[in-house]
């Protein structure tokens, strides 16, 4: 089980990016998979995740309404489409994956998770 996080990169406030999580040895749509993200001296911190088997997605409170996240189980591939950027988003963003099916709250906890991509550093300047 293998992610691979891309897409990460400087932005200005205001702009957008597109995160990939891209899965290899698994198929994604199997697995819950969540994205994190950890700014400098900070823990690692819920941003979204998406249950396995066609489940909607679902956000941290800080992201709500501007990052929605979806799959594509063609390409083997989660999108988090980053939009309306704010300098407190700056951090490593890292995917996650789960064979667990567990309650939401569970998704939005490290310790849930069995397998984590390298992480790709957002950069958002003011």
């Known amino acids: 089980v293998q992610l ?3 897409g990460g990169g400087l932005v200005q406030a205001g702009g957008s990016l597109r995160l990939s999580c891209t899965a290899s040895g698994f198929t994604s749509d199997d697995y819950a998979i969540g994205w994190f993200r950890q700014a400098p001296g900070k823990e690692r911190e819920f941003v979204a995740a998406i249950r396995r088997s066609g489940g909607a997605p679902f956000y ?9 996240m979806s799959r594509d189980i063609a390409k083997n ?3 988090l489409q980053m939009n309306r950027l704010r300098p407190t988003d700056t951090g490593v963003y890292y995917c996650a994956a789960t064979s667990l099916n567990p309650i939401m709250s569970a998704l939005m906890t490290t310790g849930t998770y069995e397998a984590w991509g390298q992480g790709t550093e957002v950069t958002v300047s003011s």
């Open 4 to 6: 691979q996080a891309s």
């Open 60 to 68: 941290g409170d800080s992201v709500k309404g501007r990052v929605p």
């Open 77 to 79: 591939t989660v999108y």
